[in-house]
């Protein structure tokens, strides 16, 4: 009798978070071509999970994006920071239509906007003249996203709040702010859990969905 195959979804996910562990070990050791190598299978394997789950749309392609963004911030560049952003506000207004109209906490809101406001306004006279109007306007969008991200859920919340985190230490790294042990490690640990939190708490959400639609 032949041995049974894994089902690819529990397999694709399984490769996520072990490509998650390895580029997270990477970055510990200081082994910069474990990061190059592991880095840039996060989002395909998390995609092909996602699929395997009947992801709607605008998820597929919010995380075909954050690969674009990804791919991007491996080159150490300026013109190549912007791309990467770009990537992923893409990636954001994709999470942003998924989200729909659906009602948030205006608390939660009020509470987002005080950060934005205050970590912009922080961050502003230390981030190099070139990038503070595309900085700001990519905060305004994230920060959008992290707080309809309430709206599938606890998970998907939590995840948004994350990928706020993650993004501003990258940006209080463009900043030259004092910062953690190991940065990049905290940078991709907080958004490796983000993306994950933010794919789980989309397709929980949508199976319930489609559960109300069409009762079983």
Known sequence: MSARRPAPGP???GGFALATAADLGSLLAG???G???FKPLLMPLLIAYALTRGAPRPLVAALCFGWGGDLALLFDADPAFLIGMGS???GHLCYLVLFGRRPV???AGAAYG???VGTVSLLWGDLPAGLRIPVAGYSLLLTAMAWRSGAPGWKAGL???LFLLSDTLIATGVADWPQLPRPAFWVMATYAAAQYLLTEGTLADDRAYRREVVPV
């Open 11 to 13: 397999a694709a996910l």
């Open 31 to 33: 082994w910069e071509t």
């Open 35 to 37: 990061h190059l190598i």
């Open 88 to 90: 992923f506000a893409l």
């Open 105 to 107: 906490s205006p608390l």
């Open 114 to 116: 005080l950060a934005l």
């Open 159 to 161: 995840g948004g709040a």
